[in-house]
C-alpha cells in the first residue's frame, strides 16, 4: 500500500495546549505520533512510504476561504511583530460568537475569528506543515484515481475539525476534505469519520453538497468535543439535505455495538453508490485513548477495517487523531492491513 508521508510535520510542535479550566499540558498531537506509526509499518513489509506532490493552493482554496489561508499564513510573523510576553504559541483570547461578527483587523481579533478553541496552537512551522499534510491527502487521492485499490495519508497535523474558514481541535486544513472535493470532479465521493471526535470541519464544508455523502461516527456531542456539532438530527440543509448523517455513540461503547453502528453506516454508502471514499481514520476510539471514553479494542479496529474494505471502493484513509501513542502503530497497522 502506498502510504504518503512527509517529514514537514515535524515544524509543528507546539509545546503545550489548554485544557477545559485552562490547565497547560504538553501537546498530545506530538510528533512522536508519526513515529511511532511510520516504525509499526516499517515493521509490516508492505507499506511503501512516498514524499507527497506539491499540488499548489488551488485544490485548497477549493474548500478553505483566502483570508483564512492568509491568516494562517501570516500569522506566526505577525506574532512576533507584536511583541508578546510569551511567544511560545499563538492562540487567541476571545471567541467569536453566534451573531455574525464582522472580521477584525487586529491579530488576536482575526485568531478568536478563525479559531475555535485552545487545541489549535499556531507556531512559526505550523502552516507549512499543514500544507504538507494536505498533498499528503490529494497525493493519495490522485492515486487512487490512477488505480490504487487504496492509499494511506499519513497525516499531521490532521483535519476533520478543520471548516473552510477556522481552525480547532488540532486541525487547520481539511485533508480529508480538500482530497474529497479533489475527487468529487471525477464523480461521487463518500467521507466515512471515524475519529473518536464529530468531523464537524467536513460535516459543515460539505453540508449543502449532494455529492458528497458525509456521514461521521462519535462520541456524542451532549458529552464530548466539539459539543455544537455531531447530533443525529443535524442532516444537511438544501439540496445537501439528507447527505450529511452523524451516529453519536455513547461512553463506554464496545466493540459490538460499534460495529453494529459501522453497519448502519455502511449500508448509506451503498446505497449512495459512491465512485470514491474518504475514511477520516482517527483511532482515538481506541480503548486506552486519553481523550477517548468509548472502549474498542485493537481486535476491533481491525474488523472495523476489514468492513470499510469490503465495500470495495477506491479509498483514501486519511489519518485524522489517535493520541496513545503507544498503541497508535499496531492500531493503524491493524486497521490498514485489511485494505493493503
Ligand atoms: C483530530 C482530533 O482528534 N482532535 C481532537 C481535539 C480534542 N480536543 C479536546 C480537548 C478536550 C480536553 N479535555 C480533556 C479531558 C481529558 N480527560
Ligand atoms: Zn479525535
Redesign the pocket.
Known amino acids: 500500500m502506498k502510504v504518503f508521508y512527509s517529514e514537514t510535520h515535524r515544524k509543528h510542535d507546539p509545546p503545550f495546549e489548554l485544557?477545559?479550566g485552562g490547565l497547560r499540558v504538553p501537546y498530545l498531537?506530538n510528533p512522536d505520533r508519526m513515529d511511532r506509526i511510520l516504525n509499526a509499518l516499517g515493521n509490516e513489509g508492505w507499506a511503501e512510504i512516498i514524499e507527497p506532490t506539491e499540488f499548489g493552493l488551488d485544490p485548497i482554496r477549493a474548500v478553505h476561504d483566502k483570508d483564512y489561508l492568509d491568516f494562517l499564513a501570516s500569522c506566526w510573523t505577525e506574532w512576533l511583530d507584536s511583541n508578546p510576553k510569551d511567544s511560545s504559541v499563538f492562540l487567541p483570547a476571545t471567541f467569536a460568537l453566534r451573531h455574525q461578527p464582522q472580521r477584525p483587523n487586529s491579530l488576536l481579533g482575526r485568531g478568536g475569528y478563525y479559531i475555535m478553541?485552545l487545541?489549535a496552537c499556531i507556531v512559526e512551522g505550523t502552516y507549512e506543515a499543514a500544507l504538507a499534510s494536505v498533498n499528503c491527502a490529494l497525493s493519495a487521492a490522485q492515486s487512487i484515481v490512477d488505480g490504487q485499490r487504496s492509499s494511506f495519508a499519513l497525516c499531521r497535523p490532521?483535519g476533520?475539525?478543520a471548516g473552510a474558514d477556522y481552525a480547532g481541535?488540532?486541525?487547520f486544513i481539511n485533508n480529508a476534505a480538500v482530497a474529497a472535493n479533489w475527487l468529487s470532479a471525477q464523480g461521487k465521493v463518500a467521507v466515512l469519520d471515524i475519529?473518536?471526535?464529530c468531523g464537524n470541519g467536513t460535516q459543515d464544508i460539505f453540508y449543502n453538497r449532494d455529492d458528497v455523502l458525509t456521514i461521521s461516527i462519535h462520541a456524542d456531542p451532549d458529552f464530548e468535543?466539539p459539543s455544537y456539532f455531531g447530533h443525529a438530527n443535524e442532516r444537511g440543509e438544501g439540496r445537501g439535505f439528507g447527505f450529511h448523517h452523524n451516529f453519536p455513540l455513547s461512553k463506554g461503547t464496545d466493540d459490538d455495538s460499534y460495529l453494529e453502528t459501522l453497519d448502519r453506516a455502511m449500508e448509506l454508502i451503498r446505497g449512495y453508490a459512491p465512485g470514491y471514499l474518504v475514511v477520516s481514520a482517527?483511532m482515538?476510539i481506541y480503548a486506552d485513548d486519553?481523550?477517548g471514553t468509548i472502549k474498542v479494542t485493537t481486535d476491533g479496529i481491525r474488523e472495523i477495517g476489514k468492513r470499510i474494505a469490503s465495500l470495495g471502493l477506491p479509498t483514501v484513509i486519511a489519518m485524522?487523531?489517535g493520541y496513545n501513542n503507544e498503541a497508535l502503530g499496531r492500531n493503524i497497522t491493524a486497521f490498514l492491513g485489511e485494505f493493503k
Open positions: 485544557f477545559d498531537e478553541d487545541s490532521p476533520h475539525h481541535g488540532y486541525c475519529d473518536y471526535h468535543y482517527g482515538d486519553p481523550l485524522e487523531g
